[in-house]
């Protein structure tokens, strides 16, 4: 199923099922050429074209992941979004049936290249593998996403660090709002002659300054894109302001289009997203934290290396329903991970990934059966620690 724009392209397209009469969240649908996903939904990151520790069968069958995140820099170095492209495509290449967002790049030139030059037509940057000189444009990157065949992609934006001054933010801001018409018009004219459905979704930035948020947000509106990201979260601000931040545009952005949070948040922080009208969100706390021995749980954090679990035979979860929870005592984890064993990370990151899953189907649920004021209030007033 697609959406046809004003613009006459085929897109994704997203479908509201029911809102909270009290707060902006909603559950719909995201209808993409690689399957419908439920929305709100947490998108696992697979960086390198895989969620490390995990198979494709284990997100598919097992955790029944509909649509994961990859990235466009890394993929893009290594081993080449025109090597991928001629093994058939980013869905091909790791054996993925369902949907794939690929970010821009944007943000890891900008975190991870120990060298990079702004300018008004984009950025050169040096890679962190080899040192090797790159550049990316508003349109290269959306060649490089196409070649990948990404479901939903972005357009390359300037995600400043933080603070920054009122006055660099917004020159930083309207560079972001001139890519993305850049990227846009590159997106339009190579649709025309692609028979797949993919969109290309602007990013609202304006660093922590509310105002130039939502002039963002203004100006990307006349890009009549199917959904819309807000970005340059996550970036060493305060979490109340990250909050703030999305919380100004949302009555700007429109309502029947998906919005996405890029690279948050912690479990509790996931409803406070969906109560200000997000729908997408993308983090490596999950995974990451599950290989440093950090496990999420129901009742709160697991921190595994502990010797109060040294003769555990809990698991990890008494509530969870994962391969690892069913299967394996927090004992045994602990030894996994006392160990250093290649197992650990794998069960530890299954789990991981199911507790942000099963938090955004309680989420969805409390949504649709008109209880998510109630919801949010029991997350706010939980504790941190599991027992
Ligand atoms: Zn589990």
Not at 136 to 160: H, K, N, R, Y
Request: glycine share 8%.
């Amino acid at each position: 199923m697609s959406l046809t724009l004003e613009s006459g392209l085929a897109q994704i397209r997203f479908e509201t099922l029911a809102e909270c009469s009290v707060t902006r969240a909603r559950a719909g649908l995201l209808h993409t050429a690689h399957g419908t996903i439920e929305t709100p939904v947490f998108m696992p990151v697979g960086t390198q074209a895989t969620v490390k520790g995990l198979t494709q069968r284990d997100l598919h069958d097992d955790l029944q992941v509909g649509i994961l995140l990859s990235n466009t820099y890394h993929l893009y170095l290594r081993p080449g979004h025109e090597l991928i492209a001629r093994l058939g495509g980013l869905h091909r290449f790791m054996s993925w049936p369902n949907a794939i967002l690929t970010d821009s790049g944007g943000f890891q030139v900008f975190s991870l290249s120990g060298m990079r030059r702004i300018d008004e037509d984009g950025v050169v940057f040096q890679s962190h593998l080899d040192g090797s000189t790159h550049r990316f444009t508003p349109e290269s990157t959306v060649d490089v996403q196409l070649a990948l065949g990404s479901d939903i992609q972005m357009v390359l934006d300037e995600c400043p660090e933080y603070p920054v001054s009122h006055e660099y933010a917004r020159e930083s801001m309207h560079r972001t709002v001139r890519w993305a018409r850049l990227a846009g018009a590159r997106f339009r004219e190579r649709m025309r002659a692609l028979s797949t459905v993919h969109a290309l979704f602007p990013i609202v930035q304006g660093s922590m300054f509310p105002d130039l948020r939502r002039e963002c947000a203004e100006a990307l509106l006349e890009l009549d894109t199917a959904g819309y990201a807000v970005g340059g979260l996550s970036v060493g601000e305060p979490r109340p302001l990250s909050l703030d931040m999305v919380e100004a545009t949302e009555g700007i952005l429109p309502r029947g289009r998906p919005r996405y949070a890029m690279g948050v948040g912690m479990p509790d922080e996931l409803p406070e997203y969906v109560a200000r009208g997000i729908d997408m969100m993308d983090c490596v706390l999950p995974s990451r934290n599950a290989r440093n021995g950090y496990l999420f749980t129901s009742q709160g954090r697991v921190i595994i290396k502990h010797a109060r679990y040294k003769e555990d035979e809990r698991p990890v979860d008494p509530k969870c329903t994962c391969y690892t929870c069913t299967s394996y005592s927090r004992a045994y984890l602990r030894h996994l991970f006392q160990s250093g064993e290649i197992l650990y990370s794998a069960l530890a990151t299954r789990h991981n990934i199911q507790r942000y899953l099963d938090i955004m189907r309680e989420i969805r649920h409390a949504i649709i059966s008109n209880s998510f004021p109630e919801y949010l209030r029991c997350v706010r007033s939980a504790s941190a620690e599991a027992e």
